[in-house]
C-alpha cells in the first residue's frame, strides 16, 4: 500500500501549502497507527480526511497541534511542516503553535465557566488586552462563529447551559478568538443534530475565506459539500488525495471508490 | 421429585438469608441510634451559655466551660488543613496528571493508601518524637501536623478520583487554545471537579476532627487559653478523654457536651459535603 504514488494537492491549486507533511509515522506505545504520511494542506481552503473508522484520522489530526503529546506513550516520526517550519523544531514555542493552530473536537467542550469567559480565557491568555477591547474581541469571535446574537444576552450563563449546537459553535469562538492561521475539526458535527449541522456547515464555509480548515467527517455529503479538497486514509495510509471534485467522481484508487459509494466503512 | 427438593431448599436459603442480612442491618442500627441517642441525651444536659464561654473549672468548683478547648480544636484543625489540604491537593494532582502510569506515580499512589491504613496512634508517636521530645513540649503545631500527615493521604486519593473523572477531551481542549498545563489543571479542572474537591476536603476535615490518640502526645491539653502555638493546647478530644475519666461528675458532664458538640460538628461537615456531592452528580 505505501507505494501508492500520491498527486499532491500542488499540482491543483496555490502552490505554497499552508501544512506539509511529511513520512509521518505515528506510534501508541508499540502500536503503529499511521505509516509514511504525506500530503499538503492548502491555505484557506477546506480540506476533508475521510475513511473508514480507526483508519488514523484523528491521529493524523492530533499530530497538527501536537495535542498528542499529552500521552507519554505516544510518538511520532517525519516532519509536519507550518508555513515551511517544521513544528517539531526546537525553536517552536508549543503554546503558540497551538494558538496558531485551533481545534473543535467532536463533542462539544465548553469550559466550566460563563459563554463570555469560555471565550475571553484565550484571548487574555495571548494578549494584552482592556477590558473594552476585551469585550470587543469576544463579540467579534461570537460573531465570527455566528453565535453572538443568540447569546447576547447569555453572555453570564454557564457555557455548558447552551444546546449541544450552540457549545460547538461556542467552541469554534473560542477557537478563532486566538486568531489561529488554522483550524482542525474531528467530527465537529456528528454530536449534534441535523440543523445545527447545517449552520456549522454554512459556517465552516465562511470560515474558509480567513483560515485554513482541515474537517475529519464520516459524512460522504458533508465532504463532497464543503471541502475543496479531500484526502483518503485507509489503514494508517493516505491512499488518495486530490481535489474533492475528482475524489468523489472519478477516484483514482478502488479502495477509495468502494468507500464513497458506501460499499464498506 | 428431586427438582422440587432442589427448588425448596434454594428458596429456603434465599429466605435465610434475607433474614440474616436483614438482622445484622438492624443490629447496626440499633447501636448507633443508641450511641445517638445516648450522646445527645447527656451531652444536652451539658450545653449552656458557660459551655462554650468559660475555661474550666477546677475539680470541686461549680460551672465552668471548655471554650478553650474548642478554640483549641478548631485552631489545630485549621492548621492541620492549611498544612494537609494543599499537600494532599498537589500530590493527587502529581497522580492523576504526571504520575499516573509512571512508577513514581504508582510508589506515591502505594504509599497514599498504606498511610490511609496506619493507626492514628502510630502518627502521634512519629510526630511525639519528632516534633515535641527535641523541643520538651508539647504543642499546637505538633497536634496539626500529625493532623495533617492523617489528612494527606485522604484528600490525595479523592482528589486523584475526582479528577480521573473530568474527561480527557476537557484538558486536551483547555490545551488546545494554548494554554499552559499548570493553567490547565487550576483553571479548568480544578473548576470543573471544584465540587468533588471540596467534598474531599470537608470529609478529611470531618475525619480528623474526631481524632483523639494523635493529639495525646502532641497538642496533649490545658487547662487555659493558648497563648501562642508553641504550648500544650487544650482540643475537644483529649479533653473528653480526660474528663470522663476523671472521679467528678461535673467533668464527665462536660465530656458528654464535648462529644455531642464533635458528633454535631461532624454531622454538619458531612451533610454539606453530601449536598456538595449531590449537585456534582446533578
Ligand atoms: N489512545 C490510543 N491508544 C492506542 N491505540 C489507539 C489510541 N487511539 C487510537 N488508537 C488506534 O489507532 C488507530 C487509529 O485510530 P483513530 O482514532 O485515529 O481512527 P479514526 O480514523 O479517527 O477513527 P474514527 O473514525 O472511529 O474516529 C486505530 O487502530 C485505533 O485503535
Ligand atoms: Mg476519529
Redesign the pocket.
Known sequence: MSDVKLPLYGEMADPTPKISVRGLDFF??D?Q?LFSNDIDIAPNRVTAVI??????????LRVYNRIFEL?RE?RVKGAVLLNGENIFAPTVKLLDLRRRVGMIFQKPTPFPMSVFENVAYGIRLHYAVSKSELDGRVEEALKGAALWEEVRDLLNRPGTALSGGQQQRLCIARAIAVEPEVLLM??PTSAIDPIATAKIEELVEGLKGKYTIVI?T?NMQQAARISDFTAF?FK?YIIEFGATKQIFTNPHNKKTEEYITGRFG | MKKADNARRRETLDIAMRVVSGAASLIGIFFLGWILWTVARQGLAAFNIDFFTELPAPPGVEGGGLANAIAGTAIITLLATLMGVPLGLFTGVYLSEFGKSTRFGGMVRFTMNITMGVPSIIVGLFVYTLLVLPFKHFSAYAGAVALAIIMLPVVARTTEDMLNLVPNALRESALAIGMPRWRMIIAILFRAARSGLLTGILLAVARVSGETAPLLFTAMSSPYWMKGLAEPTANLTVTIFNYAMSPFDDWKQLAWGASLFIMATVLGVNILARTLLRERTK
Open positions: 501508541y506505545g502500536h497507527a475513511g473508514p473508522s480507526g483508519c488514523g484520522k484523528s491521529t493524523h500521552y505516544q474531528d467530527e475529519v464520516h486514509f494508517g
